[in-house]
C-alpha cells in the first residue's frame, strides 16, 4: 500500500477538529436564542400595543379640544355635544396609529411562528405541524382581530345611539373604535410574564418535569398571586380603574359636560367599585351603564382575588408553624409549673391543720370546706387538658421523614467505615 493511501485512510479515519463555542463557562441551554427570540417580540409588540393607544386617544383628545352643541329633538333630551375640531395633524396621527398596528399584527405572526418552531425543536410537536394542527389558528385569528381594530385615517362617521325615554346619542367612530383597542393591553402581561422568568428555558424544563403548562396565563396569574398578593391586587385596581374611567368618560361626554374631565370619570369608576356609591354624578347612558357593570363585576373580582391571596400570603409555613408552637408550648409549660405549685401550696396549707393523723384527709373538716383547694385543681386539669399541639401537614412529615433517613445512612456508614478500619488494626495487631 502507498503512502497516498495510506495517508488518505488515515484522514477518513481521523475525527473531524471540534468548532470553537462562543461562549466560555456555564453551559448555555440549546434553545436559549429562540427564548430570547420571542422575548424581544413580545417586549417590541406591546409596545407598539401602547404606542398606538397612546397615539389613538391623542388624536381623540384633539378632536374633543373644541365642540359644537346640537340641540335636542324634545326638552327631556337636552343639548348633545359633538367633537368639532378635525385638522392636518390628527389625520396624521392616525396614520401613525396604522402604521403602529401593522407592526402588532406582524409581531402576532413572528410570536406564534417562532412559539411552533420552538415546539418543534423540543420535539413536543412534529415537524409538519401547522397554525391548524398545533391549535394556534383561533388565538392567533382572535388576537389579530382584537389588535387591528383602530381608528381609520381619512374616515369618520357618526353613530346616532337611542337611550331610554326618546333621548339620542352622538357617537363618533374615534371614539368608539379607541374605546375597542384598550383590550390590547393584555399584551403587557406577556411582557410581565418573561420578566416575571416564566418564558426562559430553564422555568419551561422544569414544567415539563412536573407536567404543568407554563404557557398557560392562569397558571402564571395563580403564581403571581401566590408570591405577590400585595403588590399584584393594587396594580389590578389601577389598571381596571384606568382603563374604564376613559371608558365611561367617552360614553358620558357627548350628554353631560362633566365627564370631559378625566378626573370625574375616575371618581365615578372609584366610588363604583367601592360600593360606595355617593350619587353626585352617574351614568346616564346604556353603554355608560354597562361600563358601571364591568366595574362592579371587576371590583367584586378583585376583592375575592384579594382574599385569597391574602390569605395564602399570611399562612405561616412549615418553618413557622414549628417556631410558634415551641413558644407557645414553652409558655404552656411555665404556666403548668406556676399552677403546679400553688396547687401543692393549697394542699399543705390544709394538711398542716390535721391534728388526728389517723383519720382520712376527706373527712377533715379544713380540707372539706377549703373552696380554693378546688379552684386550683380544677384550673390545673383545664391547663393540662391545653397542651397545644404541633400543626404539621403530611408534606412536612414526609419531607423530614425522608432527610432523617438520609442522616440515617450517612451515620451507618460512618460506623461501618468505622469499624472496618478498627477491625483491620486488630488483625494487624493480631498478626504482629
Sequence with gaps: MGKAAV????????????????????????????????????????FNAILSLVLAITSNEIHWTRTKVIEGDTPAQGPITEPDFFNVTTEVIKFAVTINVLFIVFGIFR???????????ESSMLPQDTFYSAG?????????????????????????????????????????????????????????RDSYGMNNENSRYVGSLCRVNLDSAFVTFKGLMQEQPILIVPCLYIFVIAVLSYALCVFERPLDDQFNDIRNGIW???????????GDMYPSTDLGRMVAILACASALLILMLLIIGMTSYMAPDAKEFKVFHILKYKRW???????????????????????????????????AADTKLCFEVRAFRRLRSEEPMEQRDIGTLLWETYKNVGLLNEKLEQIHDTVKDNGGRGSQNARI
Design 136 to 192: 394556534y389558528l383561533p388565538l392567533y385569528l382572535f388576537e389579530t382581530f382584537v389588535c387591528l381594530i383602530h381608528p381609520l385615517p381619512i374616515v369618520y362617521f357618526t353613530w346616532v345611539k337611542s337611550e331610554r325615554g326618546g333621548v339620542k346619542t352622538h357617537y363618533g367612530s374615534d371614539d368608539i373604535f379607541t374605546v375597542l383597542m384598550l383590550p390590547r393591553v393584555y399584551l403587557l402581561f406577556r411582557v410581565f
Design 7 to 46: 495517508a488518505q485512510r488515515v484522514a477518513t479515519v481521523a475525527p473531524a477538529p471540534q468548532t470553537k463555542l462562543r461562549f466560555k463557562g456555564l453551559k448555555r441551554h440549546i434553545h436559549a436564542d429562540h427564548y430570547k427570540k420571542i422575548r424581544n417580540i413580545n417586549r417590541q409588540t406591546c
Design 268 to 278: 365615578v369608576i372609584f366610588v363604583t367599585m367601592t360600593t360606595v356609591g355617593y
Design 333 to 367: 409549660k411555665s404556666a403548668m409549673k406556676v399552677q403546679g405549685a400553688i396547687v401543692i401550696q393549697s394542699f399543705w396549707r390544709c394538711a398542716r391543720l390535721i391534728d388526728r393523723p389517723d383519720q382520712p384527709l376527706m373527712w377533715q373538716t379544713s380540707y
Design 111 to 121: 410570536y406564534y411562528s417562532a412559539t411552533l418552531e420552538l415546539k418543534k425543536l
